[in-house]
């Protein structure tokens, strides 16, 4: 982005909310689904975690509390370690959602905002997180071992992490970025290549730059 330093990397001031409920089709008969999934803004609707799901541990159910707390469907697997983070952060409160529609261009995916004490929460806000929230001790160890690891691997490790805080959710420590990319810089000074190397981009082409271009693979 423009005006963007090494030291100063690309971090959102919020996280949008907005969750996606799957899976409805298999848990409403299909002769009742349409006319289910047109009334369920209307219904209460609440977060249960499912660590006994047989496919995936961190599943989140998504129950409907004014039909007898029936199952209607899960969030989607791309947010879930958002939601236990969510779920962490607020342990002494149930979390509710607000269903307000059907997701565009999916007939049956529902999508919904968290409700946290009778508010809509649309928006989380980074400063809102405590410090001691935020995951660090593998962190740590990656940090420690930059200064083994080739340039060239710490640019992909910098794009996939960034990629995973904007576009997964994923809670990526803003001090490992810097410290990453701080730590690319310096390859670059040392190899007095500095003043031709290309200036690394976070936004919203991190997705093309690193699958498309072939910076990420399996061998890695």
């Keep these: 982005m423009e005006g963007e330093t090494a030291s100063q990397p690309y971090q959102p001031k919020s996280i949008g909310m907005l969750l996606t409920i799957v899976g409805t089709r298999y848990y ?52 879930t370690q958002m939601v236990h983070f969510l779920m962490k952060l607020h342990h002494d409160t149930q979390i509710y959602l607000r269903v307000i ?28 997180i405590p410090a001691d929230l935020i995951p660090s001790d593998n962190f740590s160890k990656l940090v420690r071992s930059l200064d083994t690891m080739p340039t060239e691997k710490k640019e992909r490790l910098y794009y996939c992490l960034t990629y995973m805080r904007d576009k997964c959710n994923c809670i990526i420590p803003q001090q490992t970025l810097t410290t990453i990319l701080n730590s690319i810089e310096h390859d670059k000074y040392s190899l007095n290549a500095h003043a031709s190397a290309p200036t690394l981009k976070v936004d919203g082409g991190i997705n093309q730059v690193a699958f498309g271009n072939g910076l990420l693979s399996n061998n890695h």
């Design 101 to 128: 529609g059907i997701q565009s261009g999916f007939n049956t995916t529902l999508m919904a905002y968290p409700v946290i004490k009778g508010v809509d929460l649309k928006l989380l806000k980074w400063s809102d």
């Design 28 to 79: 409403t008969p299909s002769e009742r689904l349409d006319k289910y999934l047109k009334e369920a803004p209307k219904h209460q609707m609440m977060l249960m975690a499912d660590p006994h799901n047989k496919y995936d541990p961190l599943a989140v159910k998504v129950i409907d509390c004014e039909e007898g707390s029936r199952l209607i469907g899960y969030i989607s697997s791309q947010e």
